[in-house]
C-alpha cells in the first residue's frame, strides 16, 4: 500500500510512535479540501480530523532530528493489530481476558480492552459478532462507539441494551452478506 491513500479500516502509526486507524476520509462542504478522519488505539480511543496533505506528509526532520520514520504516519495495515504489533520492539505479555491465554501486546495498548483488540482483528463478521456477544457484560457506551466505528456504522444514543442489539443487527448483516466471499 503506498503512502498518501489513506482508506477507512487502515492502521497507521504516527512518528511518535501510537497507532491511529482510519475512520474515514471526508470533504470539507465549503471549502472542498480533504480531511482524514482517524482514532487513536489507545487511551480514550480519541477521534481525530487532519488535513490529508499534513496526514500524509513527511516528518519535520529539521523539528524532529531524532526520529527516523520518513512520514508523519505510515500505513502498517488494515484491521490488523497483530502487523501493528510485529513492527514494535518491545511487546508485553498479558493474559486475554476471553481466552486466558497468554498474549503479546504492546506497551501503548496498555489498558485497551483485549476483547475490543480482538474484535479489531477478527477474520470475518461472523468472528465480530461471536467476540461481541462474549463480551456483552463488559460493554459500555464508549465501547459501542469504538466498535461501531471501526466497521463504519453508527449506533444511535440511547439505552446500552438497545445499542447492543442494534450494533448486534448490524454486524449480523454484514455476516450473511459475507458468506460465499473470498
Known amino acids: 500500500m503506498p503512502q498518501g491513500r489513506p482508506m477507512p479500516g487502515e492502521l497507521y502509526r504516527h512518528f511518535k510512535n501510537k497507532y491511529y486507524q482510519i475512520v474515514a476520509v471526508a470533504t470539507h462542504s465549503e471549502t472542498r479540501e480533504p480531511y482524514v478522519v482517524y482514532q487513536a488505539l489507545y487511551g480514550n480511543f480519541m477521534t481525530y480530523i487532519r488535513p490529508y496533505d499534513m496526514f500524509i506528509s513527511p516528518v519535520d526532520h529539521v523539528k524532529y532530528p531524532q526520529v ?7 500505513y502498517v495495515g488494515n484491521h490488523n493489530i497483530t502487523e501493528a504489533q510485529k513492527l514494535k520492539e518491545s511487546p508485553v505479555e498479558v493474559i486475554s481476558q476471553q481466552s486466558g491465554e497468554s498474549v503479546q501486546k504492546e506497551p501503548e495498548l496498555e489498558g485497551v480492552n483485549p476483547g475490543f483488540l480482538a ?11 461471536k467476540i461481541l456477544s462474549d463480551m456483552e457484560d463488559e460493554l459500555d457506551d464508549h465501547l459501542i ?16 441494551d438497545d445499542r447492543i442489539m ?9 455476516a450473511h452478506f459475507e458468506v460465499g466471499r473470498g
Open 166 to 174: 442494534e450494533l448486534k443487527k448490524c454486524i449480523r448483516t454484514r
Open 119 to 129: 474484535f479489531l482483528d477478527a477474520d470475518s463478521f461472523s468472528d465480530k459478532l
Open 68 to 74: 527516523s520514520q520518513e512520514y508523519r504516519f505510515e
Open 145 to 160: 462507539n469504538q466498535m461501531a466505528a471501526s466497521i463504519d456504522v453508527i449506533v444511535d444514543d440511547g439505552r446500552l
